[in-house]
Structure formats: structure tokens, C-alpha cells
């Protein structure tokens, strides 16, 4: 790669955070650590100020009059549209609105957990995003936020939502109840108009302002993926214990380091599955709440006078989504059967018996115990079919029957409505600000970069995220992540630790995934003091202690602390609300998980 | 008609195209059209659907010239509902074998939106994330 090229990526990445490219702390064990990446040349910034606080004042509601009143929707010409009434910002029950806004004012259900929803999801979902800041962009759609606000006659939302990007090709879009909205950068570039981008953020916008977050129904989706979320950190965490034996023992057998190789295969797979836990393991809105947030955007774009000429490519783009998706069922089938072959094969061979047995002795995991592994590798050989079958289903309705249902909504609640002409002004405007070249060329280095490291090839995926900026503090969180997950792999913990370090320390959007990566690594090559800094670290920042629970359990595990891992087991077992903990906690425990099954300690053959 | 490939195009990259004018412009750029050369040639997809009963049709100014009951209308989906012209707000369909402007806001219409665009790690990720993509707009990518 020429180095201009390289500087022109490490200036794209930088973009966001200002100048300036101190790099993070070095850990202090021998490293053939990372030079930090070159300066970039001075980007001027944009400041984004903080959205002010906006106290609630009683129980705001519509006056008489000032809404249109609704009126009843063509029942052949909605079809399976939810609503019958139109407009809904008309129909809406002003107490309601009001008791859903003070719940997510005050961090979501109450009773649900411990640590309120909001919380939850942002440590479950927004952590594991690789999200950026476009302050310009942001900017310039936030203004468009503010003319929503003032369309909306009912509890405000306690602050102006922040916009975050994320570096994706997807077409999506992303409400989090802390009030913030997520865009891909997917999205912006497909877009060709203005209505698309502001119909897109008028939807998200809705969620947030109907309390969707503190809705029973959002939670379940969540619930449904605890077994295939464990069963993908069980393969993750067997897989990297097995990878860090490895390393240290240096003289392998040809079974062992086929196991090793095997590990890798897993441990990478695993990686890619922990990507798309984002998701699965994040709130799922049902139908009716899908078809609410688009009634709403209309409301509130007629509302605030904006324009709706061409919302109709937003539905059209994905269903042409939803259509390729459905031909291509047959090929995700075989992805997942491909990939299940692969986990299968690969924790066959971890698990063979007289491998474990030689790798536990000979290596570094003696702590883990044979037994550990044993039962993961027979847990994940039984139920491994369902971390794949686990993945994907349709809930929604089709894309092109929310465009007919709005199109009868608008007819019935519309009739009159004028709203101005696309002029594409506020698209065009957005892309052609150099921040939105940069954020491309950002987004597409970084999905090349990680291709790399799935592709196995860490040298390379190490070259192109340096030429990001990983290992420096400014460059965005996700980069440094990678940067350490690969520089790991390659078997140079020191230098994935100060990747790690970079993007702990930095100026990103903080990743929760890089705190319990980080904390594994450093248990697996025995450092538990320095895997007990990273934990403490991310309960002191994500303020969820127990979403450490289950890595604080290996590290006690690690350290020989037996009985302290037992009572950490037990205070995990008495986490309500939030099935995947419990899970994880067991995948990390087995032994106390199996204890429980078989109270009178009668050892269990391999296999139960 | 001739050369219809050759001026294909999309109704939002056409309004991306023109001029960046504000909201309170846009009732302007509906006169200007009418001294401006005529629109494209367009032979894209067809109306998806008519949200006024009756439908006001609109002349090259912008000004409401008629309107037209649902049932005097082509049937959507139909070749009679074929947009054969597009302007900035507008789309151009013959009725009664003359061109007839519709509000972009009284109809739904889409252009020949693009593919989204994807590369290799992006699809297998978004068929990874199916299920999550669906919570809300998106479902990742199209290929």
C-alpha cells in the first residue's frame, strides 16, 4: 500500500475526534507492539453541543382543535396495516404518553431488572455497534429533530436525540432508548432524496417518543436468544482458551496444533457470530409498534411541514431487501449449515478427549480443568445446531405492505395536506461535506480491514487498520477493537493489549465487546491482575457490573479462586430480567451448573 | 420510444440533481418548470398507488388544472400507470392520451431505486443479523 494512501486513511479516520495522535499507554511486557499511525493533517472540527435537558411539565396534551380529527382508514386499501385510524398523533392517549415518557426518563421498566432497560440495551446493543460521530451530518439532522419536536403536542423526550453513524453498507436504522438514533452510512449513501433520510430518522424518532422501549413486547425477542447468545460465547471462550494454551506451550503434537488450527477456525466464526449478537440479543419491536413509528413519521413530517414526495423509495429499498432475502433463503441455509459444519468439526477436535487431556497438562488452561473443557466441548457438540437455526426469521410485515398500509393512512388522515417539494437540498448538502467522503472511505476501509481478519490474514487486516489509526486514542473504538482481536489471533497479546488500551482510553464510542475480549485475553495468558483492571474498567464505564459476571467467574477460575467463582455463580444465578447473563454465567461455570443438576456430586460421565 | 435506456433515471437522484433550493423555494421552482426546456423522457416502474380521490392534475406550471375521480384513473400497477415523465415533485403519467402532472405527495412512486450496495462481508453479516435487522427499517443488503 503507498503511503499516501495510507495517511489519506488515517486522516479519514481521524476526522471526528480532532487532531492530535498520542498514542495509547504501552503495556509493559516485551512488544512488538504497534507503531502508532502517522499524524493526519489538522481536520478542522465541528463542534456538537450537548442537547439541553427538557424538564416535563405536567402532562402535556393537544388542544382541542389543533389536531385534525381522525378518521377511519379504507379497510380493503390498508390491508394488513395495523391501524384503522388516521392520524395517530390525534388518537393518542395523552396519560399514556406521558407514564411511557417518565419510564424511559427514568431508565426504563421498572421492576424488570436491577439496571433499568435503557441500560440494558445500550450495554447489549449500542456497545457492540462500530459507531462513529459525523458532527456535521449530525448537525445538519438534528435541526430536523428539533422541527419533529415541535410537531409533537405530547411529553417531549427529555433531550434531542444524538445521532451516531455507523460504519455499515446496510440499509438501517436504529432508535436507543438513551435517546440516541443510529444511521448506517449505507443508508445515507443509498439515499437519493431528502424524504427517504427524513422519513428514516421521523420513524426512529417515533419509537422514542411512543415509548416502545418500555414495552413488555420489546424485551421478548431478547429472551427467545438466551441459549444460541451462551452457546456463541461458549464457543468463543473455549475456542480462545484452547488458542492461548497453544501459544504457550510452543511444542506442539500434530493433533494439538490441528486443534489449535481448529481453534482459530472456531474462535473466528465465533467472532463473526458475536457481531450479529448485536442484534439478536437487542429489543425486537412487534408489528404494531413497526406500524405506529411509520404512521407517526408521517404525522410528523405533515406536521412540521417537511417534505414526503419520495418516503415510498424507503420501502421500496427494502423490500427489494426482503425479496432478495427470501431467494437467498436456500444460500443463508447453507451458510448456516456451513458454518455449523465448521463449529462441529472444530470443537470435535478441541474436544477430543486425549487432546484436552494433553493441552490441559501441558499447557497454560490447567487451571480451566479438563473438565471444563470437556463438558463445554460436549455442551456446544449437543446444541450447536440451534446458535445457526437461532439466527434469522421474518416478523414484520413485508415492506411493500407498510408502503400500501401509509399510503391509505395518508389518503384517510391527509386529504388536504400540502407538504413542500423534494428539492434533495438537505441530501445534497450532506454529501457533499468532506466529512461524508471521509465517513465513506472510513466505513469501506474498515469492512475490507475486517474482512482481513476473518479472512485469517492478520498481517493484512493489522496493515489496513494502522492506516485508520488503531492504536491511537482518536481514531473511532471499533478500529482499535479489531486492530486487538486480530494482533491476538496472530498470538501477540502485548500488542492486541495496546490496541485495547488505545481504544479504552479514546475518544470513540466505547465498545463493550473490547472489554470482555481484552479481560479474556488476559485471563487466558494468565495475567488475571490485569484481566481484573480491564473488568473493573467496564463495570466502572458500562455502570453493569453484571454483565462481567461471567468473565469474573473465569478470571477467579483462573486464578484459583474456586470458592470465589462459586459465589460470584451464585449472585449471577440471582440475576432477574436479563436471561443471557445466567446463561453466560453457566457456560462459564459448567461445573456449578452441572453441581446444581446433580446435587449428591456424583462425577458425570463426558457427555451429560 | 427511442433511447428510453438512455434517460432512465431516478426520480430522487433527478431531485438530488437540480438546484439546492430551500423549503420556501420549492413553490418557485414549480413556476420556473414552466419556462424551463421540458422534462426527461421517463419509462421507469408504474404508480403504486393514488392517495386522493379525486386526484388533482397539475400542468407544467405546477397549478391545479382538474381533478380526476379513482376510477377514471389507469389502475395502478397497470402499463396505463406508467410514469413517462419526472420533475422535481412531479411525476408525468397520459391520461386520455395527454400528459397529466400528479403531486409526488398523492401518489406513491418509485423510481428504479438502485440496489443497495454490499460487499461480501456485509452479506454474510446481514443474513447473520436477519433477525436484528428486521427490529427496525433495515434489512441489510440487497444482492
New interface residues.
Given amino acids: 500500500m503507498k503511503t499516501g494512501t495510507i495517511l489519506a486513511m488515517a486522516g479519514a479516520a481521524m476526522f471526528m475526534f480532532g487532531t492530535g495522535a498520542d498514542a495509547a499507554p504501552k503495556k509493559k511486557r516485551s512488544a512488538t507492539a504497534a507503531p502508532a499511525a502517522p499524524a493526519p493533517a489538522p481536520q478542522p472540527a465541528v463542534f456538537v453541543p450537548e442537547p439541553p435537558f427538557v424538564p416535563l411539565n405536567g402532562c402535556p396534551a393537544p388542544g382541542a382543535g389543533t389536531l385534525p380529527a381522525a378518521q377511519k382508514l379504507d379497510k380493503k386499501a390498508k390491508g394488513k396495516f395495523s391501524l384503522t385510524k388516521a392520524p395517530l398523533i390525534a388518537t393518542l392517549p395523552a396519560a399514556e404518553v406521558c407514564a411511557n415518557n417518565q419510564r424511559m426518563r427514568s431508565g426504563g421498566v421498572a421492576g424488570e431488572a436491577s439496571l433499568g432497560l435503557s441500560a440494558q440495551v445500550m450495554n447489549t446493543r449500542s456497545a457492540r455497534l462500530d459507531l462513529f460521530a459525523m458532527p456535521a451530518t449530525e448537525l445538519e439532522l438534528r435541526a430536523v429533530l428539533d422541527r419533529f419536536a415541535k410537531a409533537w403536542p405530547y411529553a417531549p423526550l427529555e433531550r434531542t436525540p444524538k445521532i451516531l453513524f455507523r460504519a455499515s453498507d446496510a440499509y438501517e436504522a436504529q432508535a436507543l432508548p438513551d435517546n440516541t438514533i443510529v444511521v448506517s452510512l449505507g443508508l445515507l449513501e443509498a439515499a437519493e432524496s431528502d424524504s427517504e433520510v427524513l422519513f428514516v430518522l421521523a420513524h426512529e424518532y417515533a419509537h422514542l417518543l411512543l415509548g416502545h422501549f418500555t414495552k413488555a413486547e420489546a424485551i421478548s425477542g431478547a429472551k427467545k436468544s438466551a441459549t444460541a447468545i451462551s452457546q456463541v460465547y461458549q464457543v468463543g471462550s473455549f475456542a480462545n482458551s484452547l488458542r492461548g494454551s497453544g501459544s504457550v506451550s510452543g511444542a506442539l503434537s500434530n493433533a494439538q496444533s490441528g486443534a489449535a488450527r481448529s481453534g482459530r477456525d472456531a474462535a473466528r466464526l465465533s467472532e463473526a457470530l458475536t457481531f450479529a449478537v448485536d442484534d439478536i440479543v437487542a429489543p425486537s419491536w412487534n408489528r404494531d409498534q413497526e406500524d405506529q413509528a411509520d404512521a407517526l413519521a408521517i404525522d410528523l413530517l405533515i406536521g412540521s411541514n417537511m417534505t414526503i414526495d419520495t418516503y415510498a423509495n424507503v420501502f421500496a429499498r427494502l423490500q427489494k431487501a426482503f425479496e432478495a432475502e427470501k431467494a437467498s433463503r436456500d444460500k443463508r441455509e447453507a451458510l448456516a449449515n456451513t458454518l455449523q459444519d465448521s463449529l462441529t468439526s472444530s470443537v470435535k477436535s478441541m474436544a477430543n478427549a486425549g487432546t484436552v487431556t494433553s493441552l490441559a497438562t501441558g499447557g497454560s488452561i490447567s487451571a480451566l480443568g479438563t473438565n471444563l473443557l470437556k463438558g463445554t466441548g460436549s455442551s456446544l457438540l449437543n446444541n450447536i445446531g440451534s446458535v445457526t437455526k437461532a439466527v434469522g426469521g421474518d416478523t414484520h410485515l413485508p415492506p411493500e405492505e407498510r408502503r400500501k398500509g401509509l399510503a391509505a393512512y395518508y389518503q384517510a388522515g391527509y386529504p388536504t395536506a400540502d407538504p413542500p417539494i423534494d428539492t434533495g437540498a438537505m441530501i445534497g448538502r450532506i454529501k457533499a461535506n468532506p466529512e461524508f467522503n471521509r465517513a465513506t472511505m472510513l466505513k469501506a476501509n474498515y469492512i475490507r480491514a475486517r474482512q482481513s481478519y476473518f479472512d485469517g490474514n492478520y498481517g493484512g487486516a493489522d496493515q489496513q487498520l494502522r492506516a485508520l489509526g488503531a492504536g491511537t486514542r482518536q481514531t473511532p473504538t471499533f478500529v482499535n477493537y479489531v486492530a486487538g482481536l486480530s494482533a491476538r489471533d496472530a498470538g501477540n497479546t502485548a500488542m492486541a493489549a495496546s490496541y485495547f488500551d488505545a481504544g479504552r482510553s479514546g475518544s470513540g464510542v466505547q465498545n463493550l465487546q473490547l472489554y470482555e475480549s481484552y479481560a479474556e485475553m488476559e485471563i487466558n495468558t494468565r495475567d488475571t491482575a490485569a484481566a481484573e483492571a480491564v473488568i473493573g474498567d467496564g463495570v466502572a464505564k458500562f455502570k453493569d457490573p453484571d454483565h462481567f459476571k461471567s468473565i469474573e467467574i473465569k478470571r477467579e477460575l483462573a486464578s484459583g479462586d474456586a470458592a470465589g467463582a462459586q459465589a460470584t455463580y451464585g449472585q449471577c444465578m440471582a440475576v432477574k430480567g436479563r436471561d443471557y447473563i445466567p446463561e453466560r454465567c453457566k457456560a462459564a461455570m459448567p461445573q456449578a451448573a452441572q453441581a446444581k443438576k446433580n446435587p449428591l456430586g456424583i462425577d458425570l460421565p463426558f457427555g451429560n | 420510444m427511442a433511447r428510453v435506456g438512455t434517460y432512465l433515471l ?4 433527478l ?9 420556501g ?3 418557485r ?2 413556476s420556473d418548470t414552466a419556462s424551463a426546456p421540458a422534462a426527461a423522457p421517463y419509462a421507469g416502474p408504474v404508480i ?2 393514488y ?3 379525486p386526484l388533482p392534475i397539475f400542468d407544467d406550471a405546477g397549478d391545479v388544472v382538474r381533478e380526476v375521480t379513482r376510477g377514471a384513473l389507469p389502475p395502478i400497477g397497470t402499463e396505463g400507470a406508467r410514469v413517462v415523465r419526472a420533475k ?2 412531479f411525476v408525468g403519467i397520459m391520461l386520455d392520451g395527454e400528459l397529466a402532472w400528479l403531486r ?2 398523492m401518489v ?4 428504479d ?10 452479506i ?20
Fill in positions: 431516478c426520480i430522487g437522484a431531485a438530488t440533481g437540480l438546484a439546492m433550493a430551500g423549503p423555494e420549492a413553490k421552482s414549480k403504486k398507488a392517495k386522493r380521490d422535481p415533485g409526488m405527495s406513491d412512486y418509485v423510481g431505486v438502485k440496489a443497495i450496495k454490499c460487499n461480501a462481508t456485509t454474510e453479516y446481514a443474513k447473520l443479523e436477519e433477525e436484528g435487522l428486521d427490529q427496525s427499517l433495515g434489512l441489510g443488503c440487497a444482492k
